[in-house]
């Protein structure tokens, strides 16, 4: 590719959605409470309460993603501040300029901290995706974008967020998870990852030379040929990202640990900031070969078909969208797979291994040329 973060086509134009007119005016009711540290101290998360003073509607429930935005009411909202760089400027950035930031400095993967590098564009790609892409109601649950309490400059980022009613009693199940996967990626199926990562995914190959390096240079490993085939995945994968009726934006991160269970047992995920192009499978592959529990991964291909692809093929065809077929989708999750067993290889095997390991091998010779 020829940049890892992509190219913002346009600034974005002032929507009328009722979420961002909802939440873009109003104040803090009190302090803020911190809640944790972020990773690696880059900042900290806390929550606290907002009150807008402007709404579309009087009174009344406003159509917002989480359900939870009335009019003058009170509500949870929950606060990310990252700081990065005390040279740095600390003047507001359009979204266009936090865009083309994002991009300069992340132009070559191969020098400097690049672990800094990556964090930090993550960050911005996380607020940027908030501030495009969820400025109106979907379909798939997340928290909404407040605008009052959000700011970019080169030294800082500040994302509000509404706060999701988490359930303390319920547990995300398989459906539930595959559904929302689903739904995020056929509503954004055929959308340009515009000052997103091209490719979404913190493993993606092009952002992770030292763990690559290190899965090829794995003599006697019985798992050192997922490395040294990279470039299969990643061609496969790519061709499969510029076919119209695959290619979408991905979470890039769905592991359980950013899936929250809703009171009514849906879910809704967080931490967006490696979320870019790709294809849905990325996300599928990514659950199954970390979070998913023995019962789906003993029946993995047949839960794919009838938990997500069902899904999702149903909700793009509701907007006239054509996808490829269940089989397709299926292999897509294969060599996905193959492409996630590349990353952990060098950086370090975590998740379901066995199944991933056994799987990566049952596959291996329908996706690796004879020679």
């Known amino acids: 590719m020829s940049a890892l973060i992509a190219t913002m086509t346009a600034t974005p134009a002032a929507t009328t959605s009722v979420p961002l007119q909802a939440l873009a005016k109003g104040e803090l009711v009190g302090p803020l409470k911190h809640v944790t540290s972020l990773w690696a101290g880059y900042g900290t998360l806390s929550r606290g309460t907002f009150r807008p003073t402007a709404s579309p509607t009087t009174g009344k429930r406003a159509k917002s993603a989480t359900k939870n935005v009335i009019d003058h009411a009170a509500i949870p909202v929950m606060v990310k501040m990252i700081h990065f760089d005390d040279a740095a400027h600390d003047d507001d950035l359009t979204l266009a300029d936090l865009a083309k930031l994002a991009s300069t400095e992340y132009a070559d993967p191969t020098t400097g901290d690049l672990g800094h590098r ?13 501030a495009q892409n969820l400025s109106s109601p979907t379909p798939f649950r997340v ?47 055929g959308t340009q990852p515009s000052g997103l990562w091209e490719a979404g995914g913190y493993w993606h190959v092009a952002t992770r030379p030292a763990e690559l390096r290190r899965a090829q240079n794995a003599r006697g490993s019985p798992y050192q040929w997922v490395a040294l085939h990279a470039d299969i995945w990643a061609d496969r994968l790519a061709k499969w990202q510029s076919d119209a009726r695959c290619g979408t934006l991905v979470h890039g991160d769905p592991k359980g640990d950013n899936v929250v269970v809703l009171p009514d047992g849906q879910v809704a995920m967080v931490d967006f900031q490696y979320v870019g192009g790709g294809i849905g499978a990325v996300d599928v592959a990514h659950w199954l070969a970390t979070s998913a529990p023995d019962h789906v991964l003993s029946d993995w291909r047949r839960v794919v078909a009838d938990e997500y692809y069902a899904v999702y093929a149903a909700q793009a065809a509701s907007k006239g969208k054509e996808v490829v077929d269940a089989a397709t989708v299926v292999d897509q999750v294969e060599v996905a797979l193959l492409d996630w067993a590349r990353f952990v290889a060098g950086w370090g095997w975590w998740g379901n291994v066995r199944w991933l390991q056994r799987t990566v091998q049952e596959v291996r010779d329908k996706w690796v040329p004879r020679a």
Not at 118 to 129: I, P
């Open 118 to 130: 990556r964090k930090v564009c993550s960050y911005r790609v996380e607020y940027l995706f908030y």
């Open 143 to 189: 928290a909404d974008f407040v605008p009052a309490l959000s700011r970019a400059s080169p030294a800082t980022i500040t994302l509000g967020m509404t706060e999701l009613p988490e359930s303390a009693s319920l547990a995300p199940t398989p459906r539930a998870v595959l559904a929302w996967l689903a739904s995020f990626h056929a509503h954004f199926l």
